[in-house]
């Protein structure tokens, strides 16, 4: 499997890819990525988050929530 893309770096390509705007995409990115937790469930969405770099939790429409070291 692929590395997973950072947060920005996703929001950035779906920009170039809509030929839109940075705030667009992550408005539209948001949008859809809230819609897929209500469909999933918080299980299935804490399992892909935990797979995932930090900063995609607010895509998600969470607290992007990191444990103190």
């Known amino acids: 499997l692929p590395e997973p893309v ?3 770096a ?3 390509a779906v920009a170039r890819n809509l030929d839109t705007s ?3 995409a992550r408005w ?3 949008s859809v990525l809230a819609a897929l937790t ?3 469930g918080d299980h299935l969405t804490d399992r892909l988050l935990a797979h995932l770099p930090g900063g ?3 895509l998600f429409g969470r607290a992007d929530l990191t ?3």
């Open 22 to 24: 940075l705030t667009a």
């Open 67 to 69: 444990v103190a070291a």
């Open 28 to 30: 539209d990115t948001s």
């Open 38 to 40: 209500d469909l999933a």
């Open 6 to 8: 950072p947060a920005p």
């Open 10 to 12: 996703f929001v950035e």
């Open 56 to 58: 995609y939790a607010l």
